[in-house]
């Protein structure tokens, strides 16, 4: 029989980047009907699932990890749930372990970014307000213990660009190495009229506008500033939708020409139907290691525009089911009245698109998973019948 799979994700729901990567896991498991828990302090979308949640420092769910105090509340949130987690692995031996970057201890450990990558690119532009944020003397920490001393038995990269960043900086084994890719609920994220019209009616879009959407928490990293200076150059009939909770401030500044036309939404927790409400979806991002928004747009059957970073490369192609973008407002606004003007060529990328994502279903990607911790629970066997034999040999 198959042990359980607990997975260890600070925060476990259908929102987010890496929680909602371990949730959808968590339901394609339970499709697979696989005994599997999540040690975590928030589970926002558990109530309908055959998981076992094992819920550890709860009370930091009541400190604000975004906002103005951002910074020092991260600083405590994530150092003691990484050991509050660690603690209540440790008393579940017989698991099979999937650390999503939360706990010193497990079997795999699912590398979602490489922060020293992402400090390395910031340092190269010249960014140096990073400095600031004490919660990356702690990531750092916390990441070079977790791979540079090679603590689990498996390190999985989102993309092939990660594989190659662990690599360079943690030199992992490429041996110890596999390349899984998130995936996409192409069942939830799919073309829908009726929210369509409803998203539109309750923002106060125009139904027939050419809207652009922006998914993202880090306004700064992904690139919003490049996609306001676009707005500014597009003529008036389109419109943005942004989603994602960061400061509004400096991007409303922006915007001088396209104020009216530009609509932010915040945090929303079912953002299928925005995608849904959408024509396009631009992402001008500086780093990704794989971008899960870009696939939930591709099987929304947007065109995508995004820059070619991280693992964004490996799936969008130029001209086929999307288009590539520079960090660059003119370059936006050229290639999004490109496609605008031609229906056939966007009516091609969202078809071309949609089949993309199809490939990339949570249930085959769940597949990849079980064929490796089925390989180290092999490993396991015959590590504890070597070690019989060595008793028995005594």
Not at 96 to 101: A, K, M, Q, R, T
Not at 335 to 351: D, G
Not at 360 to 376: H, K, M, P, V
């Amino acid at each position: 029989m198959f042990p359980e799979v607990l997975q260890v994700i600070q925060e476990f729901g259908a929102i987010g980047g890496a929680d909602r990567v371990a949730w959808e896991l968590a339901q394609a498991f339970n499709r697979m009907g696989l005994i599997n828990g999540v040690v975590t302090s928030t589970a926002r979308d558990a109530s309908d699932t055959a998981t076992d949640v094992v819920l550890v420092s709860s009370w930091i769910t009541g400190l604000s990890t975004r906002g103005g105090m951002r910074h020092l509340a991260r600083l405590l949130v994530f150092p003691t749930f990484t050991l509050a987690a660690t603690c209540a692995v440790r008393r579940r031996a017989k698991s099979l372990v999937i650390s999503h970057g939360d706990c010193l201890a497990g079997d795999v450990v699912v590398v979602h970014a490489v922060n020293a990558e992402n400090l390395a690119i910031k340092k190269a532009a010249g960014q140096w307000r990073w400095l600031l944020n004490p919660i990356h003397a702690w990531v750092a920490l916390r990441d070079y213990w977790m791979i540079g001393h090679l603590r689990y038995k498996r390190y999985i990269a989102v993309s092939r660009r990660v594989s190659q960043e662990l690599v360079k900086h943690y030199r992992v084994p490429e041996s110890r190495i596999r390349v899984i890719s998130n995936g996409v609920d192409v069942e939830r994220f799919k073309p829908d009229a009726s929210a369509r019209r409803q998203i539109r009616e309750d923002f106060g879009i125009p139904q027939e506008a050419p809207l652009l959407l922006f998914v993202g928490h880090e306004f700064n990293r992904k690139g919003l500033a490049h996609l306001i200076d676009a707005m500014e150059r597009l003529g008036p009939e389109f419109h943005l939708l942004v989603v994602g909770s960061d400061n509004q401030a400096p991007y409303r500044a922006m915007a001088k020409v396209s104020v009216g036309r530009i609509v932010y939404a915040g945090e929303q927790k079912n953002v299928e139907r925005f995608f849904a409400a959408a024509d396009a979806f631009v992402f001008p991002t500086s780093y990704e290691t794989f971008s899960l928004v870009c696939m939930e747009a591709m099987a929304s059957g947007l065109a995508v525009f995004a820059t070619p970073v991280g693992g964004i490369e490996e799936y969008l192609k130029d001209g086929r089911n999307g288009m590539v973008i520079t960090q660059d407002g003119a370059d936006i606004a050229q290639k999004v009245e490109t496609v605008f003007q031609s229906a056939t060529l966007a009516a091609q990328l969202r078809v071309a698109a949609r089949a993309t994502a199809e490939n990339y279903s949570w249930d085959n990607i769940a597949g990849q998973y079980i064929d490796l911790l089925s390989e180290i629970l092999e490993e396991r066997k015959a590590r504890h019948a070597a070690d019989h034999m060595r008793v028995a040999a005594h």
